[in-house]
């Protein structure tokens, strides 16, 4: 959906509003934030018990998003260990073993395992929170830095072994862990988490090599699903993300009401955009789902209908919705409405992260002393980085967009995404500056939206969202651009305190425009979930690096606040 076009002179005044907006806003922002950090830290290093989960614990099978009773899952063939047996006691918890042995994604049929229900997983581990009361892929890299920054660096580490569990008897890394998730991954950045914590062993005085060696084994055979059909991009060489399931995504029809009705509505009144997602019932299109009726009618307020047939949903685009939904950015426009097209896209997010997922299993193997493995995975870094060079960076926009399959041209949706390549450290130096001048289309008084468009999803304007300013800010910074880095950081940090000091809260997604919690969602779930794992993370992280005289008031209150732990 794009933006409304003006005239020259009513953009310059927009933008000079705009501009002074965001000048105010910040000077309040500061003002009033200042000595506003402290409380939140405090807040955060008081709250990660409330946030971590075991199977010692009941509260940990519950599932918001499912109205299923309590149960637990073990894979097939493992034995069930003593504490499963006690919380089978305690908590009233039903058991009961996958139908199959998992050695990938996609192998077992979700749709047979009734009800649906916790996979178990032998550490503890931290959740988001609200809804989300299970372990998540991408979100569990942003509140690892956070347990490290608090000095859980064992809580952290136990969460990167459940991860490793999940590779040996589930397939992958799973976008969480429930049996409905069984089909698909999320961002992957495992690697990441295993040089956190190992990094942060080592300065402990700790260096653990074996645990490296073995880390090292997970992340390699993890990363090859993402460079195999069915997550190839078409001939680009490049990846996709892609859902092994098929129909409506499980916990949508519980949690999402209505999303699936407005999506075919939104296509049956644009045709040109829903040709291969919406079908005339017993039409050519393979289709699968809930019908839906489509009547005509004449006149507001008392209008005369007639049904005028009945449509349904393809499985091409359940396909997408479910991919969106590996992607992590479920919902916004930038693969097409609703994103109905994420798996006819090869994303600049993804094809990043996995040049960092190469690049940090080089240094890996380096360190382990696999010099052959070293040179291979360096050989395979270079290859994406010439691909993602030579389909997703257009140099007439100054931009990384993804780019789109069908059509075999880059898309021009502009995403905060586009700074993905700074953090992961393929861009060029020229690239880089390109960058750097584009954050403009972003900054907003409170962090940066994740796009200039707003759509009505969660994942466009003018949201903004904890992981997606760390990845700029440490972009941008890694690329000598501080002053950019330090300013964003300020203004979402400024964001997360002032709605703290307003509801003693921390949320999972923030107005970046007005820099509040309010959030009108139309498209997908509505809630603004409080918790929240990953903003609890970045949080501190952002913080962290922030130079100290802009927060030294704060910096002056966290030394003098005693330990949480």
Same mark, same amino acid.
């Given at each position: 959906?794009?933006?409304?076009q003006?005239?020259?002179?009513?953009?310059?005044?927009?933008?000079?509003?705009?501009?002074?907006?965001?000048?105010?806003?910040a000077?309040?922002?500061?003002q009033?934030?200042?000595?506003?950090?402290a409380?939140?830290?405090?807040?955060?290093?008081?709250?990660?018990?409330?946030?971590?989960?075991?199977?010692?614990?009941?509260?940990?099978?519950?599932?918001p998003?499912?109205?299923?009773?309590?149960?637990?899952y073990?894979?097939?063939?493992?034995?069930?260990?003593?504490?499963?047996?006690?919380?089978?006691?305690?908590?009233?918890?039903?058991?009961?073993?996958?139908?199959?042995?998992?050695?990938?994604?996609?192998?077992?049929?979700?749709?047979?395992?009734?009800?649906?229900?916790?996979?178990?997983?032998?550490?503890?581990?931290?959740?988001?929170?609200?809804?989300?009361?299970?372990?998540y892929?991408?979100?569990s890299?942003?509140?690892?830095?956070?347990?490290?920054?608090d000095?859980?660096?064992?809580?952290?580490?136990?969460?990167v072994?459940?991860?490793f569990?999940?590779?040996?008897?589930?397939?992958?890394?799973?976008?969480?862990?429930?049996?409905y998730y069984?089909?698909r991954?999320?961002p992957?950045?495992?690697?990441?988490?295993?040089r956190?914590?190992?990094?942060?062993?080592k300065?402990?005085?700790?260096?653990?090599?074996?645990?490296?060696?073995?880390?090292?084994?997970?992340?390699?055979?993890?990363?090859?699903?993402?460079?195999?059909?069915?997550?190839?991009?078409?001939?680009?060489?490049?990846?996709?993300?892609y859902?092994?399931?098929?129909?409506?995504?499980?916990?949508?029809?519980?949690?999402?009401?209505?999303?699936?009705?407005?999506?075919?509505?939104?296509?049956v009144?644009?045709?040109?955009?829903?040709?291969?997602?919406?079908?005339?019932?017993?039409?050519?299109?393979?289709a699968?789902?809930?019908?839906?009726?489509v009547?005509?009618c004449?006149?507001?307020?008392?209008?005369?209908?007639?049904?005028?047939?009945?449509?349904?949903?393809?499985?091409d685009?359940?396909?997408?919705?479910?991919?969106?939904?590996?992607?992590?950015f479920?919902i916004?426009?930038?693969?097409?409405?609703?994103?109905?097209?994420?798996?006819?896209?090869?994303?600049?997010?993804?094809?990043?992260?996995?040049?960092?997922?190469?690049?940090?299993?080089?240094?890996?193997?380096?360190?382990?002393?696999?010099?052959?493995?070293?040179?291979?995975?360096?050989h395979?870094?270079q290859?994406?980085?010439?691909?993602?060079?030579?389909y997703? $960076? !257009?140099?007439?926009? +100054?931009?990384?967009l993804d780019?789109? %399959?069908?059509? #075999?041209?880059r898309?021009? &949706?502009? =995403?905060?995404?586009?700074?993905?390549?700074?953090?992961?450290?393929?861009?060029?130096?020229?690239?880089?500056?390109?960058?750097?001048?584009k954050?403009k289309?972003?900054?907003?008084?409170g962090?940066?939206?994740?796009?200039p468009?707003?759509?009505?999803?969660? $994942? !466009?304007?003018?949201? +903004?969202?904890a992981?997606?300013?760390? %990845?700029?800010? #440490?972009?941008?910074?890694? &690329?000598? =651009?501080?002053?950019?880095?330090?300013?964003?950081?300020?203004?979402?940090?400024?964001?997360?305190?002032?709605?703290?000091?307003?509801?003693?809260?921390?949320?999972?997604?923030y107005?970046?425009?007005?820099g509040?919690s309010?959030?009108?969602?139309?498209?997908?779930?509505?809630a603004?979930?409080?918790?929240?794992?990953?903003?609890?993370?970045?949080?501190?992280?952002?913080?962290?690096?922030?130079?100290?005289?802009?927060?030294?008031?704060?910096?002056?209150?966290?030394?003098?606040?005693?330990s949480?732990?």
């Amino acid at each position: 959906m794009a933006r409304t076009q003006r005239t020259s002179s009513i953009w310059i005044s927009v933008v000079l509003s705009v501009v002074a907006f965001q000048f105010h806003t910040a000077a309040v922002f500061a003002q009033q934030n200042n000595s506003g950090f402290a409380p939140v830290v405090r807040y955060i290093g008081s709250h990660w018990d409330e946030l971590t989960r075991s199977m010692t614990r009941c509260d940990s099978v519950v599932d918001p998003k499912m109205p299923d009773a309590a149960l637990l899952y073990l894979p097939a063939n493992f034995p069930e260990p003593d504490s499963v047996k006690q919380m089978e006691k305690a908590c009233k918890v039903r058991v009961q073993h996958l139908p199959v042995v998992i050695q990938h994604p996609g192998q077992a049929d979700v749709g047979a395992i009734s009800p649906s229900g916790l996979l178990f997983l032998p550490n503890s581990y931290v959740v988001p929170g609200g809804r989300f009361n299970e372990m998540y892929g991408w979100d569990s890299y942003f509140i690892i830095l956070g347990l490290i920054r608090d000095g859980r660096i064992d809580l952290a580490r136990g969460m990167v072994e459940n991860f490793f569990f999940e590779i040996d008897h589930y397939g992958t890394v799973l976008n969480a862990n429930r049996t409905y998730y069984l089909t698909r991954s999320q961002p992957p950045f495992l690697t990441s988490m295993i040089r956190a914590i190992h990094d942060a062993e080592k300065s402990a005085g700790r260096e653990d090599k074996d645990w490296l060696e073995r880390a090292y084994e997970f992340a390699a055979r993890d990363y090859e699903m993402w460079t195999r059909e069915p997550h190839l991009a078409g001939a680009t060489g490049l990846s996709r993300y892609y859902d092994f399931g098929d129909g409506p995504a499980a916990e949508s029809l519980q949690d999402e009401a209505g999303l699936y009705r407005k999506v075919a509505g939104y296509f049956v009144v644009h045709p040109e955009l829903g040709r291969s997602f919406v079908t005339v019932k017993g039409g050519a299109l393979e289709a699968t789902g809930s019908d839906f009726s489509v009547q005509v009618c004449e006149g507001t307020a008392h209008p005369d209908c007639d049904a005028a047939g009945t449509v349904q949903l393809t499985a091409d685009y359940y396909k997408g919705d479910r991919s969106m939904r590996e992607s992590g950015f479920d919902i916004s426009f930038r693969f097409g409405a609703y994103g109905a097209a994420t798996h006819h896209f090869a994303p600049v997010c993804l094809n990043s992260l996995l040049y960092k997922t190469e690049k940090d299993l080089e240094e890996i193997s380096q360190l382990l002393g696999k010099t052959a493995e070293a040179r291979e995975w360096q050989h395979r870094s270079q290859a994406r980085k010439k691909r993602i060079d030579k389909y997703l $960076w !257009d140099e007439r926009r +100054g931009l990384f967009l993804d780019y789109d %399959l069908r059509t #075999e041209a880059r898309s021009t &949706y502009e =995403y905060v995404t586009a700074f993905y390549p700074l953090w992961a450290g393929l861009a060029s130096l020229r690239q880089a500056q390109a960058l750097a001048r584009k954050v403009k289309i972003f900054e907003r008084p409170g962090g940066l939206a994740t796009s200039p468009n707003e759509t009505g999803g969660q $994942w !466009d304007y003018p949201y +903004g969202w904890a992981p997606l300013q760390l %990845l700029a800010v #440490e972009g941008l910074r890694r &690329y000598g =651009y501080t002053a950019d880095a330090d300013r964003i950081a300020y203004e979402f940090l400024s964001t997360v305190a002032e709605n703290f000091r307003r509801e003693g809260t921390i949320r999972e997604k923030y107005n970046v425009v007005t820099g509040t919690s309010e959030t009108l969602v139309s498209a997908g779930y509505q809630a603004n979930v409080v918790g929240f794992g990953w903003t609890n993370g970045v949080f501190l992280q952002l913080l962290e690096e922030l130079p100290k005289t802009m927060i030294e008031p704060s910096v002056k209150e966290k030394e003098e606040m005693p330990s949480s732990h």
